[in-house]
């Protein structure tokens, strides 16, 4: 027999900075990895014209990637600010690095 009817579904939470910048880094990194293979697939079929385009598109995308990674390391350091700053109860210097935090990951701040 089928059990009780499922919840309503929650709405989902906000995701938090660090993750979405997380997201974005593997997203750039997966996309390095499949421009490479059709580089490598438009060498093999000697399309140098599409090889150098693919190139391109990887250049941009690894230095995606790295502005991501710096984005992680940054968002990690103004976390223990923020952290800081609600333990020592100071919530005007705490609201300022929620937004910069919020922002960069929103890739505003980059």
């Not at 079929?45 to 940054?74: C, T, W």
């Amino acid at each position: 027999a089928p059990g009780p009817a499922a919840p309503p579904p929650v709405p989902a939470p906000t995701v938090p900075a660090a993750s979405k910048v997380a997201a974005k880094a593997a997203q750039f990194e997966m996309q390095v990895v499949k421009l490479n293979e059709q580089m490598e697939a438009a060498v093999q079929r000697k399309d140098f014209k599409d090889a150098a385009r693919f190139k391109n598109e990887i250049s941009e995308a690894q230095l995606m990637l790295l502005k991501a990674r710096e984005s992680q390391k940054v968002i990690a350091n103004l976390q223990e600010q923020l952290e800081a700053a609600v333990q020592g109860q100071d919530f005007l210097r705490a609201e300022k690095l929620q937004q910069i935090i919020d922002d960069l990951a929103e890739g505003k701040a980059l």
